[in-house]
């Protein structure tokens, strides 16, 4: 597979939203992981922001995996294979 500016594109913008805004869960809407989004979000909305940490920790985590990536195993895994968490 030739290296595609979309999927560069999503994988930099779902990496860098995980690190900056993981808490939140929108490196999961820009993957189109909309279930898991909203459980990222309520989580760490409903809990008053108590595991907001533990969530912004997980979507550190993802966003590092997902810039570690090459384009081509992103796609496989991400948007090929829709594997929703890590």
Do not use: Q
């Amino acid at each position: 597979m030739t290296s595609n500016p979309d999927i560069s594109g999503k994988k930099i913008a779902a990496g860098i939203c995980g690190i900056l805004l993981g808490a939140l869960g929108i490196h999961k809407f820009v993957l189109g992981y909309n279930t898991e989004g909203l459980i990222m979000l309520l989580v760490s909305l409903l809990t008053c922001g108590l595991l907001a940490p533990v969530i912004a920790i997980i979507g550190l985590i993802e966003g590092i995996i997902y810039l570690t990536k090459s384009d081509e195993e992103f796609y496989r895994t991400y948007i090929a294979g829709k594997k929703g968490w890590f």
